[in-house]
Each structure stands twice: as structure tokens, then as C-alpha cells.
């Protein structure tokens, strides 16, 4: 059902008071109303604004899908590149210029699937680039289908009689690949992210943020937001991010966990 006219209108004015898009474009997001992303924009505003980073230093890169869109709603530089390949071009544009703080963001269906291939090299060349994966396990923009983290027996219009394949585990795979900073966090939970994004921004080296959210719109079945919200939990106090064995012991036993998981200097 589409939302009435002015009932948009109103939350666009709600939006605008806001303070999420201090540093926004002109440029509303076009998500749907109570889209997780909302709560990574709003993270990532803000982390932005505490560590001061100018606009004009900063620059957003995205492959496609409803997380391409990004760099149109962020106040900084901005690429929308194509499917999958915001990690090399990051990389290129961090190489160009290494005085920028370069965020590459993009979606399950575009990191995992064709860009997948990209992660070990940019993990394993340290390439100081802040990689936000928003993993709703869907692909949202395209309507609905199974993606690289979509649970076994997940039923769409393109897998009516669920999906058989086994999901990807994001923040296993870039431990594995060697990432030398590596938090997992919840859409549900700006200030969360914008804590672990202040630090990870700052890491000298890659820096890889997997993002739990929903999209509300085609996942009625498993991340919704009462799902999610009653599946996160914190890490526990005494987790040490130095100690890579921990990190991997802890993602292996607990897929919901979220923190700050490892953090390995130099
Ligand atoms: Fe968000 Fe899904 Fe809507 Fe895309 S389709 S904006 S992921 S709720
Ligand atoms: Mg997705």
C-alpha cells in the first residue's frame, strides 16, 4: 500500500528537523519508511560530525542496490559505482588521494555475491578504506530475491519452495580474510555504530563494519525488526579485540553478538 501524500510530506518535514542529516545532502533518502539504513545513515552522520571530518574530505562509494544510493544522501564526495565494485575503486581513489577518509558501503547482494571477490585483497593489502556492509540477507531494490546471506528454506518469489543454499557469514569471512579491524553492530542501534565507526575510522588500515538491518519491506519471515532486536546482544565485557583466536571463537559460537570484535595494530 502506498503511503498518502501527506503523510510523506510530514515525515519528510520530521526528517529535515531532525539532526541525522547534519551533514546530509540536499537529497532525501528514498528507502522506505523505517528502513534499517536509516539508522546506518544516522551512525555514520554522526561519527562523521564527533571525529570532524570535513565534507570535503571525506568520500562515500557505493556499488548498487538501495545501499548504492548512499552517496546521493551523504554531504560528502560521492561515487555510485557499479555491481559490486566499490572496493577497488575505493582503493583506487585512497591511492589517488590518502588524505581522504574513503567509506565504501554497500549491500549484501552487491558485496558478497559478484563484489565477494574483492574483500580477501582489500583485507589482505590493509588498504585503509571503511567498508559498510548493510546485510539484510535480501535484495531489496530488485524486490525480494534470495542473497549470499539468506537463510536455508527462506521462501520468495524467486525461491518459492525456499532457498537451498548455505549462507555466507560476512564477519567470518573478513576474520578469515585477514581484516585487520572488524565490528559487527545493528541498525537498531545508532549510537552503537557511530561508537565503533569513531574507532574504526581512526584504525590505520582496513576497517570492515557488518551491519545487521531489515528490510521491512520484502522480509516478513527472518530479519525483521522483532527478530533482530530479540537476537542482538552485546559482546561481554571481558572480550578482547586484540586477540584474533577470541574474535573467532566468538563469531563461530554466536551469530548475534555485536561490537567491536578484533583489532590488530601495525
Ligand atoms: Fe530498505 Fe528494503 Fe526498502 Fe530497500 S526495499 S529501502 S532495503 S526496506
Ligand atoms: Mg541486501
Not at 570535513?54 to 560528502?76: D, M
Not at 555504530?193 to 574507532?199: M, R
Amino acid at each position: 500500500m502506498k503511503t498518502p501524500g501527506h503523510v510523506l510530506a510530514k515525515q519528510v518535514e520530521q526528517i529535515k528537523e531532525s539532526r541525522i542529516f547534519d551533514v546530509r545532502s540536499d537529497e532525501l533518502p528514498t528507502w522506505c519508511p523505517g528502513c534499517g539504513y536509516f539508522g546506518i545513515h544516522q551512525g555514520l552522520n554522526n561519527a562523521i560530525q564527533q571525529l570532524g571530518i570535513p565534507h570535503h574530505e571525506a568520500v562515500t562509494i557505493s556499488g548498487i542496490g538501495c545501499a548504492g544510493r548512499y552517496p546521493f544522501f551523504t554531504n560528502t564526495y560521492g561515487l555510485h559505482t557499479v555491481h559490486g565494485r566499490a572496493l577497488p575503486v575505493s582503493t583506487g581513489v585512497k591511492m589517488a588521494n590518502p588524505e581522504l577518509t574513503v567509506f565504501a558501503v554497500g549491500g549484501d547482494g552487491d558485496g558478497l555475491a559478484i563484489g565477494g571477490g574483492h574483500l580477501p585483497h582489500i583485507s589482505r593489502r590493509d588498504v585503509d578504506v571503511n567498508y559498510l556492509l548493510f546485510d539484510n540477507s535480501i535484495y531489496g531494490l530488485t524486490k525480494g530475491q534470495p542473497s549470499p546471506s539468506t537463510p536455508q528454506g527462506f521462501k520468495t518469489k524467486a525461491s518459492p519452495y525456499g532457498t537451498t543454499d548455505r549462507p555466507l557469514n560476512a564477519t567470518l569471512l573478513a576474520l578469515s580474510y585477514g581484516a585487520s579491524f572488524v565490528a559487527r553492530l545493528f541498525a537498531g542501534d545508532p549510537e552503537g555504530i557511530t561508537k565503533a565507526l569513531v574507532e574504526g575510522i581512526q584504525h590505520e588500515g582496513f576497517s570492515f563494519f557488518h551491519l545487521y538491518t531489515t528490510c521491512l519491506t520484502f522480509d516478513k519471515q527472518f530479519k525483521t525488526w522483532e527478530h533482530l532486536k530479540s537476537w542482538i546482544h552485546p559482546l561481554p565485557k571481558e572480550h578482547d579485540p586484540s586477540d584474533y583466536r577470541q574474535a573467532m571463537d566468538r563469531v563461530l559460537e554466536d551469530d548475534f553478538s555485536v561490537g567491536i570484535l578484533y583489532q590488530r595494530d601495525g
